[in-house]
Structure formats: structure tokens, C-alpha cells
């Protein structure tokens, strides 16, 4: 098994720009979850999803869209980029509510 | 949401036994506590999860009171490997939706 993967590892992109951080999981889990984290500190839970056509926000949701049509699937789309949103994105993925949370690598995201 | 309080960060020398601390005073009845451990550009990943009383595996054991409102997280015999920041989470692992948040852990520096 891959675990979770995410796509790219880094991206530039200008103000007003827009992308989609995709992220995939091969462990057959309902709970999916993309957080970021700014340096130096904690990670900040942006989406999550319970289920494939179920998502909701997180602490920090403005900027930000996601959709689930698959268990496997979860990109989180960002439409008009913004130099705060300049940030490290994981994604991770669990089997249930509560349960051991297993993350992707990571996508190194800068805003110029 | 159930929120975590604790020590920003904390040093260690090589061979000693370190326990960091994890305050959260409005743990519910049916919330896990699970620690996480994140090294630079990486992302987090699961140490061990407890319920009450202690959990023991193979890096590490937590100890859990009676009243729940605190863990602590103690690693045996630290190497300069177990630097890293470590992240107390509280989850529910039934009843409705919850969301998780990782606060901004303990950053563990272990000296030679």
C-alpha cells in the first residue's frame, strides 16, 4: 500500500492564481482531512470529510473548497491564491472518527 | 471542540526517560487520547492511544489519571532520534461529528 499520497510536493504561485492540491489514500478509509500548517506551528484543520459526497469545515475553511466523489479521493481546491494562504498542506486519513490518523508527505505551497 | 494544552518545548539529555504533560480539562466521556510525533518537512505520525489508566507499545507509554484531564506521554531512554514535536490530540470516537485540532504540540530537543 501507497498510504497517502499528495500531489504536487511543491508549488509557486502568484496572487489571484488558482490550484488544486490533490490527495489520494489506498487504505479504504471514510475520514479524510487536509490541514496546514504555517512555520513553526501546529497543524490547523482546514476540511475534512466523513465519507465520499460528505464534507465540512474546519477552523479554518475561508479560501478553501473541497469535494469527495470517491473513498480514495480528496483535493482541496484553492480559487484565488493569497499570500497568507503561503503554507505546508497535509492530508491525512482514518477508518473511523477517532481512530489513528495516517498523513501524506506534504505539499509545500509559496504565494508571491 | 475538545482542545490541549501543552509545554511549548522542553530539552533532554541523551539516555534519560522524558515525560511531557497534555492538559484537557473538558475531555468527554467517550474521547480517545492520541500522541503524534512530527519531525522537520514530514508529516505527523501516530505514537500510541490510550483511553484510561496505561497504555504501554514498543516507543512509548502513557499514563492517564482517573479524572482523564490530563495524559502524559513518556518516551524511555530518548535518543538524538526522538527529537521532534510531539502533539496531544483528544478525538471522539462515536457520537456525532467532532473536529480535531493539533494545538502546537512540545517541541522535544534531545542533547548529546
Known amino acids: 500500500n501507497a498510504g497517502v499520497t499528495q500531489t504536487p510536493k511543491f508549488r509557486i504561485l502568484k496572487i489571484g492564481q488558482s490550484m488544486t492540491l490533490q490527495c489520494t489514500q489506498d487504505m479504504n478509509h471514510n475520514y479524510m482531512y487536509w490541514y496546514r500548517q504555517d512555520p513553526g506551528m501546529g497543524l490547523k484543520l482546514i476540511y475534512y470529510s466523513v465519507g465520499a459526497g460528505i464534507t465540512d469545515k474546519g477552523e479554518v475553511p475561508n479560501g478553501y473548497n473541497v469535494s469527495r466523489s470517491t473513498t480514495e479521493d480528496f483535493p482541496l481546491r484553492l480559487e484565488l491564491a493569497a499570500p497568507s494562504q503561503t503554507s505546508v498542506y497535509f492530508c491525512a486519513s482514518s477508518y473511523s472518527r477517532g481512530e489513528t490518523q495516517y498523513f501524506g508527505p506534504g505539499t509545500r505551497l509559496l504565494v508571491l | 471542540l475538545a482542545k490541549t494544552t501543552q509545554p511549548i518545548s522542553m530539552d533532554s539529555y541523551e539516555g534519560q526517560e522524558v515525560n511531557i504533560t497534555c492538559s484537557h480539562n473538558?475531555?468527554?466521556?467517550?474521547?480517545?487520547i492520541t500522541w503524534y510525533q512530527q519531525f522537520p518537512s514530514q508529516g505527523p505520525r501516530f505514537i500510541i492511544q490510550g483511553y484510561k489508566t496505561k497504555v504501554t507499545n514498543e516507543v512509548a507509554s502513557l499514563f492517564i489519571p482517573a479524572d482523564r484531564k490530563s495524559s502524559t506521554l513518556s518516551l524511555p531512554r530518548v535518543s538524538l532520534s526522538d527529537t521532534a514535536v510531539y502533539y496531544c490530540?483528544?478525538?471522539?470516537?462515536?457520537?456525532?461529528?467532532?473536529?480535531?485540532?493539533f494545538g502546537t504540540g512540545t517541541k522535544l530537543q534531545v542533547i548529546p
Open positions: 490530540l483528544v478525538a471522539r470516537t462515536s457520537g456525532g461529528y467532532q473536529k480535531v485540532t
Open positions: 473538558n475531555i468527554a466521556t467517550n474521547d480517545y
